[in-house]
């Protein structure tokens, strides 16, 4: 029979395991701290000269749109560039009123072109009593008792609990 101490022995083993992981974690962040200001400027620098460059290439192409008639776009370098017709978009100033002329303008096309929903509110249902619910056809389901383990969440153990849940995953899709 398991007893109160036997859980308690396992809850330390299962904190000490999660300390030990949880300093690698530490060590393996510190290092990418470490590599990330190592090359911050460099990366900085690049991602300024590249925006810049982008820029003046859509520049250049905005003052030439006579060179992309036929094809409207073309590849150089690697890198897809011209002109290309953005995507229009629908604009409902008042939808009430839209609603009000599909039923009169298509009537038979009323149900494909409006979107009606009716469905109740849960949150609202969960501040009436189990007597009120019974009586509008809402069961009950009361909650089972299930295993509990959950550390005192930092950013950290955060991390380590996706951790976690990624080794289970990879273990169950290697079963």
């Known amino acids: 029979m398991t007893t109160l101490t036997d859980i308690e022995k396992q809850a330390r083993m299962y904190a000490d395991k999660r300390q030990i992981l949880r300093d690698r974690v530490e060590a393996f ?4 701290d470490s590599i990330k200001r190592k090359h911050y400027k460099g990366i900085r ?4 000269a590249a925006s810049q460059a982008e820029d003046r ?3 250049s192409i905005e003052a030439a749109p006579e060179l992309f008639i036929k094809p409207k776009t073309h590849n150089l370098h690697g890198i897809r560039c011209g002109l290309q017709m953005g995507k229009g978009k629908i604009e409902i100033a008042d939808k009430a009123k839209t609603c009000t002329l599909i039923r009169k303008h298509f009537p038979d096309q009323a149900e ?4 009606t929903t009716e ?6 249902l969960d501040q009436l009593t ?3 619910l019974k009586r509008i056809g809402v069961t009950v389901i009361p909650g089972k008792e299930s295993v509990y383990i959950k ?9 380590v609990e996706a951790l976690i849940k990624e080794a289970r995953e990879k273990d169950a899709a290697a079963a």
């Open 57 to 59: 290439l859509g520049i």
């Open 45 to 48: 620098a690049g991602q300024i």
């Open 29 to 32: 962040e510190a290092e990418i």
């Open 119 to 124: 469905a109740p509110i849960a949150k609202a």
């Open 151 to 159: 550390p005192a969440d930092s950013a950290l153990d955060k991390l």
């Open 130 to 132: 189990s007597a009120e």
């Open 112 to 115: 494909v072109l409006i979107k």
